[in-house]
């Protein structure tokens, strides 16, 4: 057994005990999300102009976990609209410091026959904002934002926003809302799981290189965004086991089981912002349909060969869609 089999089969065996038990975690979000399961989306739809015939955008916004307006497009193939037959729909999300961008980095989605609503991360680099109230500091960045109050906390106010796109998602003009599907890297392939744990209208995830999960793992040894936790802790030592147990609710180890949809992820294994001892860690606890894909020279980056499996797989689960 060569180096590159060994380090497969320590990662498969990577399973380090769950945080937060499955009970609480249940409880706690079952509630959670009926909680605002009532509150009114304030879903605005407005045509975008575009210089490409072969896409229909329209800028799309929501309220999301507070009275934030979030941001997204709705993109689709061009005549669609007007089309009897719904699309399959992928909703993606960007990775940390990111935004949705222009709408023509979605191309690859039109091309196999998916239309896609592509969201900001509030507060991040796009058209979102951020009105989450919080009533301690915190340190550069955005995710020890009311971190000491999970309720508040940046995290919960990521989540919703999630629930509540794919809310958005399923009421959108040509879908299928039996067949929404949820990608993303990094922060967006974080989100995308957090979705698949939190909205049963979810039917496939691809998640790549993802973000939440073994936060605990990460905080004290990536170079991600974790880093501003591992920050915010060394300024307050006494704060770590509150942060670490609010931490606990959002990380993927804990919400695996929840998880029901078909999933694929990949990981680089010389990732150190999103480290593949955290990464396997909650792949090894999702007991639905899963696939994982070893990139052993990588880092924290995701081929032009991933995603084309990624379309692949969402084609696979969500069905093709013929475009004339």
Known sequence: MNTIQLRKRELENCRPAATLDAETANHYWDNALAEYEQKPLELVIVPEETPYPGMSVSKVSFKGFDDTLIYAWHIQPAGH?????????????????????YP??????LLSGHAVLAV?????????GNLLPYESGAVKGWITQGIMEKERSYYMAIAMDTVRAVEVAAQLPGVDPARIGITG????????LLAGALSKRISAIVA??????????????????LTEV??????????MDQVFENLSYFDIVNLAGRITAPVLMSVGWKDMVCMPETI????????????IN???????????????????????????????
């Open 81 to 101: 609209a007007a089309a009897t037959e719904q699309l399959p729909l992928i909703v993606t999300f960007p990775g940390y410091t990111g935004d949705r961008g």
């Open 104 to 109: 023509e980095r979605y191309s690859a989605w």
């Open 120 to 128: 900001d991360a509030r507060g991040q680099k796009g058209e979102t």
């Open 185 to 192: 890297g990094s922060q967006g392939g974080g989100i995308a």
């Open 208 to 225: 790549d290189i993802p973000n939440l999960c073994r936060i605990d793992f990460g905080v004290l040894n990536s170079s991600s965004s």
């Open 230 to 239: 591992a920050d915010y802790v060394k300024r307050f030592p006494d704060r």
């Open 280 to 291: 396997y860690a909650a792949y090894n606890r999702i007991e639905s349909y899963k696939e």
């Open 294 to 324: 070893d990139y052993p020279f990588s880092g924290h980056e995701v081929s032009e060969y991933q995603n084309r499996l990624a379309v692949e797989f969402m084609q696979k689960y969500l069905g093709k869609q013929t475009l004339l």
